[in-house]
């Protein structure tokens, strides 16, 4: 299963903020900004159907630094495979293991997410970042697809469900 991760916040006040937000087992950093309501990765052009990313041999430590943004969460291995959670800024580190399909929808205004990865020695990068297209994979287009059971909401308002 995913994990949400707190850590030590320092100094929380509305104009200084200030955590320690290690994960002692990171060997890799990715800074990902969105400066809109991106959706990463994006939609496919042609059908609009859903894409993923999934890592076969990285787990990723997401961290909201600013702006809030929503992760679409597959693990056809997880007895409730499909789950929305909400990353707001300072808010939970997402642990996403490795082998889960994931998606995520900025804000309307972007975010700024900072990725701790553990990420295995020697793989290959382009695999790790391929995407997938769920209306190429009927497993993973039955788990997402509106006749499904609804995901499990995670500091999600209700709506998005709809979505
Ligand atoms: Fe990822």
Request: hydrophobic share 40%; charged share 25%; glycine share 14%.
């Given at each position: 299963m995913f994990e949400l991760l707190a850590y030590e916040r320092f100094r929380d006040t509305p104009a200084v903020r200030f955590f320690d937000v290690t994960v002692d087992t990171s060997n890799a950093r990715d800074l990902v900004i969105h400066s809109g309501p991106a959706i990463s990765p994006p939609n496919d052009a042609a059908s609009g159907a859903w894409q993923f990313y999934l890592h076969p041999h990285q787990e990723d430590n997401l961290l909201a630094a600013s702006g809030g943004r929503t992760f679409y969460l597959v693990n056809l291995a997880w007895e409730q495979p499909?789950?929305?959670?909400?990353?707001?800024?300072?808010?939970?580190?997402?642990?996403?293991?490795?082998?889960?399909f994931h998606r995520s929808v900025s804000d309307p205004d972007g975010s700024v997410v900072l990725n701790?990865?553990?990420?295995?020695?020697?793989?290959?990068?382009?695999?790790e970042f391929r995407v997938y297209n769920s209306a190429r994979i009927p497993a993973l287009l039955a788990v997402t697809s509106i006749q499904a059971p609804p995901p499990r909401l995670h500091?999600?308002?209700p709506l998005l469900q709809a979505a």
């Open positions: 499909f789950h929305i959670v909400r990353l707001d800024s300072g808010g939970d580190i997402l642990r996403i293991p490795p082998g889960t701790q990865a553990v990420r295995e020695e020697g793989v290959s990068l382009v695999q500091g999600v308002e």
